[in-house]
């Protein structure tokens, strides 16, 4: 088994920079790409941004492109997104995926594990 940990949310106000960790742990050869999602009440979930295994290749969202970095460090474990300048409409539930496969997708369809999410709350 495997399993996904998303930390770094919480309350913060329109302009800050924000750092979402996510750790896997368990059976860590099921995750190789992993990518964030985001979703809000009521709303479908929405790809944030996405990292290939060896975190040679990397996408973001158009919409949030400028803004949102993600990165990771396969010797700890971890992904990050890393998201400059918070708008009060980035206020979502985030969320960590990742599947065995080697690149990232789009597809929420495509990743085979989740975390529980953290939320992200930005005031104006």
């Known amino acids: 088994q495997v399993t996904l940990f998303e930390s770094g949310g919480g309350l913060m106000q329109a302009g800050d920079s924000l750092r979402l960790s996510c750790v896997v742990s368990g059976r860590t050869e099921y995750v190789a790409a992993m990518a964030w999602f985001r979703q809000s009440e009521g709303k479908e979930r929405e790809f944030v941004s996405g990292?290939?295994?060896?975190?040679?290749?990397?996408d973001v969202a158009e919409s949030v492109k400028g803004r949102f970095f993600v990165s990771r460090n396969n010797a700890k474990n971890e992904a990050y997104l890393e998201v400059d300048i918070l708008r009060p409409e980035d206020t979502d539930d985030y969320y960590c995926?990742?599947?065995?496969?080697?690149?990232?997708?789009?597809?929420?369809?495509?990743?085979?594990?989740w975390g529980q999410g953290t939320q992200v709350t930005v005031s104006s």
């Open positions: 995926a990742g599947h065995a496969r080697e690149y990232q997708t789009r597809s929420e369809e495509d990743y085979t594990t």
């Open positions: 990292i290939s295994y060896n975190g040679g290749y990397t």
